[in-house]
């Protein structure tokens, strides 16, 4: 079977999700390094800003493609808790893609 091919709203989604799996990912190294081995706080400092706007851009843009793809309720929310934790996004994003929820709606 052929993955349906994603729309602009879809893309945009997917761009978003991995901005802000990967700024999650150098916030973590960041506080391994600054509170775990004592090393330095560049890590944090550097990625503690770029991971809350990133953050930002994915709760907008994960609003846009609700109301752009006509999300049901549950994806739209269940879209916004994958936030939270890290590295959620990425494979939330992976999953939506195969169900179909990115794609155009016809």
Do not use: N
Not at 45 to 63: M, N, Q, S
Not at 80 to 85: I, K, S
Request: proline residues 8%.
């Amino acid at each position: 079977m052929a993955a349906k091919p994603l729309s602009p709203a879809g893309k945009l989604f997917a761009a978003a999700a991995l901005i802000e799996g990967i700024t999650w990912a150098g916030l973590l190294v960041g506080m391994l390094l600054k509170r775990g081995m004592e090393i330095t706080d560049l890590g944090v400092r550097v990625f503690g800003p770029l991971h809350g706007a990133a953050f930002l851009f994915y709760v907008v843009v994960t609003l846009y493609a609700w109301g752009k793809l006509r999300w049901p309720l549950w994806a739209l929310l269940l879209a916004l808790v994958a936030a939270v934790p890290p590295l959620v996004t990425v494979p939330l994003e992976m999953w939506f893609r195969r169900i179909g929820l990115l794609a155009p709606r016809v």
